[in-house]
C-alpha cells in the first residue's frame, strides 16, 4: 500500500500514542483505594474484640487534644534540625527534642518528593503517583478521604495561612485563610512574613481547632543558593523563633483548660545537595518530623533519639489524636509514642481501630489478602485482644493480664508494619503484562519508522508499506494465535490485578491483531529493504542514498539509549550514557573531518544548501560573521557549498581543530558539576565554588561568564538590541549581588543582601523588551516588505532575549554551562555543520544529543534546564523551520524537565 510522508507519519503517531498509554497504565499502577468515598464513611466505628464477654465500647475514643496546629517548613529536611545546624540555628527546638516533652522522628517521604503530593501523602496517608507532578502546577480539589475533610465533618474549625497549594486541594474547609504563591523562588522573606503576620491575632483568639501553617521560605533558599547558603541559617532561626511563640501561647492556654494541645513540626521533603528535590536522594527522602505536648511526659534523663518512620504514619496519628476515624486510604500505621502514656485498653483500642482500616484496605485491593503475613498477624492479635478484654471485664488485675497486654501490644505493632509495609508494595507494583504488550507496540512502530529514515523527511516522499499482504499471510494467523493463547494463559494465572486482562475480549484482540499486522509488516519491510531496496522511493528516477558512519552511530547511539532505559542503575547514571555518547560523536565527526580533508576524497557530495544562505543574498556584510545553522535549503532554491578541499588558512585548522575544542570544553563541563545517584555527593568545581570562602571567585567567573555571553550572542542584533542585552546582562549580575550569590568590587560580605525583586523585574523588562523588538522585526518582515534581512535579525533577537532570560535564570556557577553551549553551538555550525554539509536529520539528533549532555552539565537543575530548551532549541529550530517539518526539540528538553527535575 503506498501512503505519503505524512499519513504514514500520522498514523505511527496514533499507534505510538496507543503502546504509550498502555505502557504507562502498567508503569504507573492504579493507586490503592478504598471502596467507600469519603462522604459515605459515616459507618460506625469498629467495635472492641471480646471473647464470650460483651464490651460495651462500639465508638470512637474522644480527642487526645483540644487543639492542633502544625507548622510545615517546605524543605525541612532531618539534619537542618537534628543535625548540626539545628544546634547552631534552632536552639529552642533542639532543646525541646532533647529535653522536652516532644517525640521525635524522621519521616521518610516517598516518590515524587514535590509539594503537593507531600501534602496529600500527610493528610491522606496514602502513596500519591508521579501524576501528581504535573497536577503540582495546578491542584485540584482533593475528593480523597482525608483528615481535613474529617475534621470539617466533625464541627472542627479550621485556619490556614501559607502555600496556596492548600486553598486548591481544600477549597471549602477553611474558616479563614491566606494563601501565598510557591512559584516566585528569589522570594524568602515577604513569603513567609505574610504568614507570620497573622499570629499574634489567631493565637489570641479560642475559636478555631486547627491551625495549619506552611513556609516555603527555606525551599526558596535552596532552589537559588542551595543547603549550604549562608541565608539557611538565617531561616531557620526565624523558625525557631516562630516555633517558640507558638509553643508558648500553647502552653499558656492549657494552664487555664488543662487540656494538653499539640503542636506538629514537619517538612513536606528535603532538599538535595544542590537545593532542589523530587528525586530519591536520602537527602530529598528524609524529613524531620516532631511532636510537641504536655501529654508528653519525660522523665529526667530520658534522651529520646528520632525514630525512622513513614510521611503517611502522620495522617492515622492525627486523626487518633482529635478523635476523627482514620482515612479510609491511608496505608500508615499510629505513630504509638504519641500514646503510650495512656491506659492500656485505650492503647489496645487505637491499635485495633488501625489495624482495623489496614485489613478492610488489604481486602479490597489484594485478591489473596488472607494469605499474607500481616492479614494473618491482625487476625491472631484480634484474638488476643478479645481474651485481654475478658480477663479486664472480670476486673481481673494479675500479672497476667499485665503480661497479656504487653504481648497483644506487640503483636498489634507487628501486624500494623506488616500490613502497611503490603500495602505500600501494592503500590510500587507494576504491571509488567501491559508494560510488555505497550512496548512491543512502540518497538514494532519504531521500527518500521527506522526504516524509512531519512528519504521520509520528505514531504515529496511515498512509502511502499506493507499493510494488507500480512493480514492474509501465514505468519500473521500463527502470530494472533500465539498472542491469544499466552493472554488466556497469563489473565487465568495471574495473582494480582492487570489492566489489559480487565479489557473485553473485543478490545484485547483488537490489540493483538494490531501486534501481529504490525510485526508481519516490519519482518516484510525488512526483506524489501534489505532484498530490493523498494520499501521507500522519494523519486524512482534517483537512487536510493547510501546511509553513512555517522548516520550508522546516531541511529545505533540512540537506539542504544532507549534500551539502556531498561535498567534502574542506566536511569540512575544516565548522564554517563549521554557524556559517552557525545565524546564518540565527537570523534565520529573527527574521523570524517580528517578523511575528507586529508585523502581529499574526489566523490561527489551530497547537495545540502543551507538556510542562511538565502539571508545572504540580500546582506553579504553577514556572511563572514554568520553562526546560523548553514545545513538547509529554504524553498527548495539549489546552491553548492564550499567544500573542505576549498577551505585555506586558519578555517581549515579549525575545521580540524574543532572536534577537540568541543571534546575540551565537555570534559571541563564534567568537571563543573557531579550529578547522578552515586557521584552527586563528590567534590566538584561547583561545590568549590558555591562555598562561602570563594564568592570573590565565584563573582569573577559570573562577571566573565556574562562577558562572554555577550560577546556571543550580540553580533548580529540591532543597535537597540545590543545595548538591550548589556544593559539586561549587568542586571543579571545586580541582581545575584542582591540576593548575596555574588560580590561587587567594592563589596566586602553579604550583609546587605535583598530579595532582589527590583533587579529581576529589571531584566525580564529587557527581556520583554529584546523579544518585543525581534517580534516586530519578524512580523515586518512578512507583512510590509519580504526583507531576508529583516527576518534575520527578528529571529536573531528573540533568541538573543531567550538568552538573557537563560542568563537570569542559571545559577551563577552553572552560568559557564551556557558560554560553552553557545560556544559549542557556533563551532559545530561554521566549522563542521557547514563544511560537511550534514542534512536536518542528523543535525537534529546531534542538538537532541548535545541538549540532554548539557542538560547533566546542570547538575539536574530545573530552572536551568527549562531556558537551555530556549537558547538550544530555538537556534535548531531557526535551522529547519524551512525544511518543512517540526523540530522534536521542545518534546525532548520538556520530557527532561518533567521527568528529571526538581519542582
Known amino acids: 500500500?503506498?501512503?505519503?510522508?505524512?499519513?504514514?507519519?500520522?498514523?505511527?503517531?496514533?499507534?505510538?500514542?496507543?503502546?504509550?498509554?498502555?505502557?504507562?497504565?502498567?508503569?504507573?499502577?492504579?493507586?490503592?483505594?478504598?471502596?467507600?468515598?469519603?462522604?459515605?464513611?459515616?459507618?460506625?466505628?469498629?467495635?472492641?474484640?471480646?471473647?464470650?464477654?460483651?464490651?460495651?465500647?462500639?465508638?470512637?475514643?474522644?480527642?487526645?487534644?483540644?487543639?492542633?496546629?502544625?507548622?510545615?517548613?517546605?524543605?525541612?529536611?532531618?539534619?537542618?534540625?537534628?543535625?548540626?545546624?539545628?544546634?547552631?540555628?534552632?536552639?529552642?527546638?533542639?532543646?525541646?527534642?532533647?529535653?522536652?516533652?516532644?517525640?521525635?522522628?524522621?519521616?521518610?517521604?516517598?516518590?515524587?518528593?514535590?509539594?503537593?503530593?507531600?501534602?496529600?501523602?500527610?493528610?491522606?496517608?496514602?502513596?500519591?503517583?508521579?501524576?501528581?507532578?504535573?497536577?503540582?502546577?495546578?491542584?485540584?480539589?482533593?475528593?480523597?478521604?482525608?483528615?481535613?475533610?474529617?475534621?470539617?465533618?466533625?464541627?472542627?474549625?479550621?485556619?490556614?495561612?501559607?502555600?496556596?497549594?492548600?486553598?486548591?486541594?481544600?477549597?471549602?474547609?477553611?474558616?479563614?485563610?491566606?494563601?501565598?504563591?510557591?512559584?516566585?523562588?528569589?522570594?524568602?522573606?515577604?513569603?513567609?512574613?505574610?504568614?507570620?503576620?497573622?499570629?499574634?491575632?489567631?493565637?489570641?483568639?479560642?475559636?478555631?481547632?486547627?491551625?495549619?501553617?506552611?513556609?516555603?521560605?527555606?525551599?526558596?533558599?535552596?532552589?537559588?543558593?542551595?543547603?549550604?547558603?549562608?541565608?539557611?541559617?538565617?531561616?531557620?532561626?526565624?523558625?525557631?523563633?516562630?516555633?517558640?511563640?507558638?509553643?508558648?501561647?500553647?502552653?499558656?492556654?492549657?494552664?487555664?483548660?488543662?487540656?494538653?494541645?499539640?503542636?506538629?513540626?514537619?517538612g513536606d521533603h528535603g532538599m538535595s545537595e544542590t537545593g532542589g528535590h523530587g528525586a530519591s536522594s536520602m537527602e530529598e527522602l528524609n524529613t524531620a518530623l516532631i511532636l510537641i505536648s504536655s501529654a508528653f511526659e519525660r522523665k529526667p534523663g530520658d534522651i529520646r533519639r528520632p525514630k525512622h518512620v513513614q510521611q503517611t504514619d502522620l495522617a492515622a496519628t492525627l486523626a487518633i489524636g482529635l478523635g476523627l476515624p482514620i482515612p479510609g486510604n491511608s496505608v500508615g500505621s499510629l505513630l504509638f509514642p504519641t500514646v503510650e502514656g495512656r491506659p492500656v485498653r485505650e492503647?489496645?483500642?487505637?491499635?485495633?481501630?488501625?489495624?482495623?482500616?489496614?485489613?478492610?484496605?488489604?481486602?479490597?485491593?489484594?485478591?489473596?489478602?488472607?494469605?499474607?503475613?500481616?492479614?494473618?498477624?491482625f487476625k491472631m492479635s484480634e484474638r488476643l485482644h478479645g481474651n485481654w478484654i475478658r480477663l479486664y471485664l472480670e476486673e481481673n488485675n494479675s500479672e497476667v493480664l499485665f503480661n497479656l497486654g504487653a504481648k497483644v501490644r506487640r503483636q498489634y505493632l507487628d501486624a500494623l508494619r506488616t500490613l502497611s509495609l503490603s500495602l505500600s508494595r501494592q503500590v510500587a507494583q507494576y504491571d509488567i503484562y501491559s508494560m510488555l504488550v505497550g512496548t512491543v507496540v512502540v518497538l514494532e512502530v519504531l521500527s518500521l519508522l527506522l526504516l524509512s529514515i531519512p528519504e521520509a523527511l520528505s514531504n515529496k516522499a511515498e512509502l511502499e508499506v506493507p499493510l494488507w499482504s500480512p493480514v492474509f499471510s501465514l505468519l500473521f494467523y500463527l502470530t494472533l494465535l500465539v498472542l491469544s493463547a499466552l493472554h488466556v494463559i497469563v489473565c487465568t494465572s495471574a495473582e494480582s490485578s492487570c489492566y489489559f486482562c480487565g479489557l473485553s475480549w473485543l478490545t484485547a484482540g483488537g490489540v493483538m491483531v494490531l501486534v501481529s499486522a504490525l510485526l508481519c509488516a516490519v519482518v516484510s519491510a525488512l526483506a524489501k529493504t534489505f532484498g530490493d531496496g523498494k520499501f521507500l522511493s522519494k523519486n524512482p528516477a534517483h537512487p536510493k542514498p547510501r546511509w553513512s558512519e555517522l548516520d550508522v552511530l546516531i541511529l545505533l547511539g540512540t537506539m542504544g539509549h532507549v534500551l539502556s532505559l531498561g535498567a534502574s542503575s542506566f536511569i540512575e547514571e544516565e548522564h554517563q550514557t549521554w557524556y559517552f555518547l557525545i565524546n564518540t560523536l565527537c570523534l565520529a565527526l573527527c574521523h570524517e573531518i580528517y578523511r575528507n580533508c586529508l585523502l581529499r576524497d574526489d566523490s561527489e557530495p551530497q547537495?545540502?544548501?543551507?538556510?542562511?544562505?538565502?539571508?545572504?543574498?540580500?546582506?553579504?556584510?553577514?556572511?563572514?560573521?554568520?553562526?546560523?545553522?548553514?545545513?538547509?535549503?529554504?524553498?527548495?532554491?539549489?546552491?553548492?557549498?564550499?567544500?573542505?578541499?576549498?577551505?585555506?588558512?586558519?578555517?581549515?585548522?579549525?575545521?580540524?581543530?574543532?572536534?577537540?575544542?568541543?571534546?575540551?570544553?565537555?570534559?571541563?563541563?564534567?568537571?563543573?558539576?557531579?550529578?547522578?545517584?552515586?557521584?552527586?555527593?563528590?567534590?566538584?568545581?561547583?561545590?568549590?565554588?558555591?562555598?562561602?570562602?570563594?564568592?570573590?571567585?565565584?563573582?569573577?567567573l559570573t562577571a566573565l561568564s556574562l562577558i562572554v555571553i555577550f560577546a556571543l550572542v550580540q553580533r548580529k542584533c540591532s543597535l537597540t538590541s545590543k545595548v538591550a542585552l548589556a544593559l539586561g546582562l549587568l542586571g543579571v549580575y545586580c541582581y545575584r549581588a542582591a540576593i548575596g550569590n555574588v560580590l561587587f568590587p567594592w563589596q566586602r560580605d553579604s550583609k546587605d543582601i535583598s530579595k532582589g525583586v527590583i533587579e529581576a523585574r529589571f531584566v525580564h523588562v529587557f527581556v520583554l523588551g529584546i523579544l518585543f523588538t525581534g517580534t516586530k522585526d519578524l512580523l515586518k518582515s512578512q507583512v510590509i516588505a519580504t526583507d531576508v534581512t529583516i527576518k534575520t535579525v527578528g529571529l536573531w533577537e528573540i533568541y538573543s532575549g531567550l538568552v538573557l532570560l537563560a542568563a537570569l535564570l542559571f545559577r551563577p556557577h552553572n552560568l559557564p554551562v551556557l558560554v560553552f553551549s553557545l560556544l559549542i553551538q557556533t563551532i559545530m555550525t561554521k566549522f563542521i555543520w557547514k563544511p560537511l554539509r550534514h542534512d536536518a536529520a542528523e543535525i537534529t539528533i546531534m542538538h537532541y544529543w548535545f541538549g540532554q549532555a548539557f542538560f547533566y552539565f546542570q547538575r539536574l537543575c530545573t530552572e536551568s534546564c527549562l531556558l537551555l530548551l530556549c537558547t538550544d532549541l530555538f537556534f535548531s529550530s531557526l535551522c529547519i523551520y524551512h525544511f518543512g517539518d517540526v523540530p522534536a526539540l521542545p518534546f525532548i528538553y520538556m520530557e527532561r524537565v518533567f521527568s528529571k527535575t526538581s519542582l
Open 1 to 266: 500500500m503506498r501512503l505519503g510522508s505524512g499519513a504514514f507519519a500520522a498514523c505511527c503517531v496514533v499507534i505510538e500514542v496507543l503502546g504509550v498509554a498502555l505502557f504507562l497504565r502498567g508503569f504507573f499502577p492504579a493507586p490503592v483505594r478504598s471502596s467507600s468515598r469519603a462522604e459515605q464513611r459515616a459507618e460506625p466505628a469498629a467495635p472492641e474484640p471480646s471473647a464470650g464477654a460483651s464490651s460495651n465500647w462500639t465508638k470512637l475514643p474522644p480527642p487526645l487534644f483540644k487543639k492542633v496546629v502544625i507548622m510545615l517548613i517546605d524543605g525541612l529536611r532531618d539534619d537542618f534540625v537534628f543535625g548540626s545546624k539545628g544546634v547552631k540555628f534552632m536552639p529552642y527546638t533542639t532543646y525541646l527534642v532533647e529535653k522536652g516533652a516532644s517525640h521525635s522522628f524522621v519521616a521518610e517521604a516517598k516518590l515524587p518528593t514535590v509539594t503537593m503530593p507531600r501534602i496529600k501523602a500527610l493528610m491522606t496517608g496514602s502513596l500519591p503517583g508521579f501524576i501528581d507532578v504535573v497536577r503540582n502546577l495546578n491542584s485540584p480539589e482533593l475528593l480523597e478521604d482525608n483528615v481535613i475533610t474529617q475534621a470539617k465533618a466533625a464541627g472542627k474549625r479550621i485556619i490556614f495561612y501559607g502555600d496556596e497549594t492548600w486553598v486548591k486541594l481544600f477549597p471549602k474547609h477553611f474558616v479563614e485563610y491566606d494563601g501565598t504563591t510557591s512559584f516566585f523562588v528569589s522570594d524568602y522573606t515577604e513569603v513567609d512574613d505574610n504568614v507570620t503576620r497573622h499570629l499574634d491575632k489567631v493565637l489570641k483568639r479560642g475559636d478555631w481547632d486547627m491551625l495549619i501553617l506552611h513556609y516555603l521560605g527555606l525551599d526558596h533558599i535552596g532552589h537559588v543558593s542551595g543547603p549550604s547558603s549562608p541565608l539557611i541559617g538565617h531561616k531557620l532561626r526565624e523558625m525557631d523563633s516562630i516555633l517558640m511563640k507558638i509553643h508558648t501561647s500553647l502552653l499558656s492556654e492549657e494552664r487555664e483548660t488543662l487540656v494538653p494541645n499539640l503542636l506538629v513540626l514537619c
Open 347 to 377: 492503647q489496645l483500642r487505637f491499635l485495633h481501630l488501625n489495624a482495623v482500616q489496614l485489613s478492610k484496605l488489604l481486602q479490597e485491593n489484594v485478591p489473596s489478602y488472607e494469605k499474607e503475613p500481616g492479614f494473618e498477624q
Open 607 to 700: 547537495q545540502c544548501p543551507h538556510v542562511e544562505e538565502e539571508f545572504i543574498r540580500t546582506a553579504a556584510a553577514l556572511q563572514d560573521r554568520s553562526t546560523g545553522c548553514d545545513t538547509l535549503e529554504p524553498h527548495g532554491v539549489s546552491r553548492s557549498l564550499t567544500s573542505l578541499d576549498t577551505l585555506r588558512g586558519y578555517e581549515k585548522w579549525m575545521v580540524l581543530a574543532s572536534p577537540w575544542v568541543i571534546l575540551t570544553c565537555c570534559r571541563l563541563l564534567r568537571s563543573l558539576n557531579q550529578t547522578g545517584v552515586q557521584w552527586a555527593h563528590r567534590p566538584d568545581l561547583g561545590h568549590w565554588l558555591t562555598s562561602s570562602d570563594h564568592k570573590a571567585e565565584l563573582s569573577v
